[in-house]
């Protein structure tokens, strides 16, 4: 056999099987993010062991599965101006579960898990977040096609222990902002949310208690706030 | 083993074809969402309930998989691989990715039961080109290790699952993985 150790190969496969734990997930998603060849491994493995699938016998999913999904994906812009408790579908509740665990930044970066063979795509709208009347911006947000947010620090951030900084939506005609999570405290480059943002959203970061809002509103003030224009 | 193959009959609902219902989920059309979500609900919910052991976290992640699908249909590209490929690994992702947060925040949860792995079961493989090279290649496999890839995939084992699963050292299983996957690449690619 060729002697070559290839260990991204392995990485690629493992992440495809599914046996590597959730911070090495979270690892190798960031680098297939970054890593054309190595995300194209990923989903050549994907490919290879999609049909293991076939041995799990097919099970009726409950009835009410499809008026979930057929909630989820009504064009209702404005469900964001409704309170976040009364939104459809999973992608909020996985919001308010993010923003209750430590374990956040895992499930931000394992959302991106399985979208590495699609055609790559270019935001749509971006948002630069600053303080008011600062000189010069501290994040980068885009908001892409694929409903996805990626929020990225152009400076570092410090926040004291007790706190965290939240990051809300306000669309277009909304009256109350929508959390889109707590930003991970450490090491975490980027925060990604599954979000339809249109152009004109506004984007705001507000300093929390540690663990983000407790009332599902903003409750510290709003440190850096931005628009989402068109790239044009 | 020497295992009858039977006429091999797809079993999916006639002429809807996957790559097609995709292309008109892109333009916007909530009808073929619906007659995809017909065609392949049942299949991932199988596929989900078994990596999570719970009806609600597999309805979840059926829920997330195909709304990822419903959101990204106009990127996906035939070219890059099959529907049905894409399908599974993005209800498999979600599905581990939900059973394994759930597990860390609830000590104590089952962990799944044995199952019955035995080489035979491969042979529902064959339903597709891929399947039958796969089991081709799965069935050249020493037995121990054709039963962890099996398990990881089909049960949603990690490394260390496996381990305590087997009693094997955590370092045997991780490198017999490695050797399995290298084996199986070399199989399909020669």
Redesign the interface.
Known sequence: MSDRPDALEVLAAEYALGCLDPAEMRMLTERASQDAAFAAAIAAWERRLAPLAALVPPVAPPPGLWARLEQAIAPTTEVAAAPPRELPGSVWRSVRFWRATTAGALALAAAFAGLFLLRPVAPLYVATLGPAGGPAPTFLAEARPDGSLVLRPLTSVQVAATSDLELWALPPGATKPVSLGVIPRTGVPRLTVPRIATASTQLMVSLEPAGGSPTGQPTGPVLYAGTLRGLE | MSRELETVVPDMSPAADLAALLRACASGD?AA??RL?DRE???????A??LTRS?AL???A???????V???A????PA???P???L???V???A??LV??TA??VPGLEPPEAEDETPD??A??I??A??AA??RCLEALDPERRRL??M???D?????D?ANRLGTPLGTVKSW??RA??S???C?EP
């Open positions: 909530r969402f619906r979500y609900a049942a299949r991932l919910y199988g596929i309930l078994r009806p597999a309805a979840d059926v829920q997330e998989a195909l709304l990822q419903w959101r990204n106009a990127r996906f590209d890059r691989g099959a049905e490929a894409w599974v690994t993005l498999r992702y979600r581990l990715d394994r947060r860390r925040e079961a491969l529902g493989l339903r597709s891929e399947g796969l089991q890839i099996v990881a995939f089909v949603g084992l990690t490394h260390a496996l993985i490695r996957l290298l199986l690449r070399r399909l």
